[in-house]
């Protein structure tokens, strides 16, 4: 077929024509298929670049305020993120936040980044919808804890705290004895997930007892043993009676650290009918003990390490009998 040069030109530009024109449920479409909004893997710079295509794209992008509204503050230059985040927060106009606050802010000037930080994200608690604060040194997790003491997060539905890894090439992890407790005098009504790892949970348990997912690491293994475990899974499920979905995790003990009890003392069963999922990652006494004491009649569980790491779909287990 032959071609001139305005042919050229007409071939060139009905791309471009042809995306300036689509309507905004279309372009919702094309971004929600190609775009990965972090909540795992974090977030991209995808409303950038969605709003560089063209003019139409821009005027979606501004107009999409969800499209703003995921903080991740993971650089080592904390500077520029805060200025370019003052910008997504105005074109968030008031849309739930997601905000993931990780350990490379903190490597120098740690005080220093984390109030930049809290600065910036504390007039717009009222619009957290999720919260992580990943890794971070202990003294900044206290600090930003400390600053949810007195507040109330009404929207906020998810929380999530890791504790500082060691930094000893195989150090075995600690949990530390750092309390944190936000919201002492303030609300968090809507909270339904919680992960806590490495730090001590009995607060959260008693604070918020309408969880439905709950996530707990302990990295030292109770040297009661078995029945220790067993009296702490029976308070979790009594204190949540709302909860669906509990994963515990625990590193096993050190070789000869620990001696499970040779005779399990009969204890009381309780039952908890909500509870659908069950992940235990503890060492296989444990979920003997536990098991045997717990009515569950609509629960499934992870049994092994390696069904864990395969993230094998809950209908497909088994339930407890």
């Known amino acids: 077929m032959p071609t001139s040069g305005d042919t050229e030109i007409k071939i060139r530009i009905r791309p471009h024509h042809a995306l300036s024109n689509i309507p905004y449920d279309i372009f919702l479409m094309i971004a929600f298929f190609c775009w990965d909004d972090g909540k795992d893997k974090y977030y991209s710079d995808f409303p950038i670049i969605a709003s560089h295509v063209c003019r139409t794209w821009r005027r979606y992008a501004l107009d999409t305020g969800v499209f703003w509204a995921i903080l991740g503050f993971r650089q080592a230059r904390i500077h520029p993120a805060i200025i370019k985040y ?66 109330s997060a009404p929207m906020l539905e998810t929380l999530k705290v890791v504790a500082e890894r060691p930094r000893r090439p195989f150090q075995r992890p600690i949990t530390t004895r750092c309390n944190l407790k936000p919201f002492v005098h303030g609300e968090a009504p809507n909270l339904i997930e919680l992960a806590v790892v490495g730090f001590p949970y009995d607060y959260f348990l008693t604070r918020f007892t309408k969880l439905q997912v709950l996530q707990l690491t302990k990295f030292e293994f109770s040297q009661a043993g078995e029945i220790e475990n067993v009296k702490s899974i029976q308070r979790i499920l009594i204190s949540l009676p709302n909860l669906h979905t509990l994963h515990i995790h625990c590193d096993p003990p050190a070789l000869g650290r620990h001696s499970s009890s040779p005779r399990l003392p009969q204890l009381p069963r309780i039952s908890h009918p909500s509870l659908t999922e069950l992940w235990i990652r503890l060492p296989e006494e444990s979920h003997d003990a536990i098991l045997s004491c717990l009515d569950l009649p609509r629960a499934r569980y992870f049994l092994s390490l390696a069904q864990l790491e395969a993230a094998v779909r809950p209908h497909l287990l088994l339930p407890l009998s």
């Open 86 to 151: 003052k910008v997504w927060l105005e074109r968030a106009r008031g849309s739930p936040l997601d905000i993931f606050i990780g350990p490379h802010p903190f490597k120098k000037a740690s005080v220093k980044h984390a109030k930049a930080i809290i600065r910036l994200i504390m007039p717009h608690i009222s619009h957290w919808r999720s919260f992580r604060v990943d890794c971070v040194p202990k003294k900044i997790a206290r600090l930003i804890f400390d600053r949810l003491r007195d507040v």
